[in-house]
Every structure is written in C-alpha cells, then in structure tokens.
C-alpha cells in the first residue's frame, strides 16, 4: 500500500512564499509522475503543476512564473514552491502520484488528503 504525506500548507499574506511537500512510501516499483492539484471552496479541483519520471514539468497558466514544481526522486518527494501568493490560490492543494506498483506492476492512482493554503492578510 502506498501512502501520501502533504506538509507545508498555511496561512500566508498576499505576495509571500510556501513550500508544500508530499513524501511517497510504500510498494513503488516506479513513478510515471506526481502532481499538485487544488480544489478552492465551490469550485472544482484543478490541476497546478505536474512533473513526470523523467523530469518533464507542467504548470497551469495560473500559476506559471509564481509556482515551481521539483522532485528528489531519491526520496519519492514532490515539492511545490509557491512564490508571489495571491488570494484567488486559497485552497486545498493535494497530491496526485501515478506509480507502479512493486509486486503487481500495475499503475495505480494514489492521492494525500490535502494540505490548506490560505492567503490573507
């Protein structure tokens, strides 16, 4: 069974910088990739960045130039650096992993529970 862990989520002012990171264990053969995606109240989820085994990354246009996405592939670690926040990026940011697994070698889905990311001054 593979496990999500989501940190660094917060209460932030407008124009300040988080870190979230999300720590991947469990049965992992592989990692096809890993992404943040984030739900605002009443709205739907959408996807933020996303970065593949390889080391391809996406970012939503939302977010380009302001949000980085990363990988320690070592450590099966995704991370989002979240710089010059904005109040529209309040929401709950969760992440996505795409993996095969190591005794069956099927791809499955996985997600954390989330971590909040409120901006507000």
């Known amino acids: 069974q593979v496990q999500l862990v989501e940190s660094g989520g917060g209460l932030v002012q407008p124009g300040g910088s988080l870190r979230l990171s999300c720590d991947a264990s469990g049965s992992i053969a592989s990692i096809y990739a890993m992404a943040w995606y984030r739900q605002a109240p009443g709205k739907q989820r959408e996807l933020v960045a996303a970065?593949?085994?390889?080391?391809?990354?996406k970012h939503a246009d939302s977010v380009k130039g302001r949000f980085t996405i990363s990988r320690d592939n070592a450590k099966n670690t995704v991370y989002l650096q979240m710089n010059s926040l904005k109040p529209d990026d309040t929401a709950v940011y969760y992440c996505?992993?795409?993996?095969?697994?190591?005794?069956?070698?099927?791809?499955?889905?996985?997600w954390g529970q989330g971590t909040l990311v409120t901006v507000s001054s």
């Open positions: 996505n992993l795409d993996y095969q697994e190591a005794s069956t070698r099927v791809y499955l889905e996985v």
């Open positions: 970065i593949t085994g390889s080391g391809t990354t």
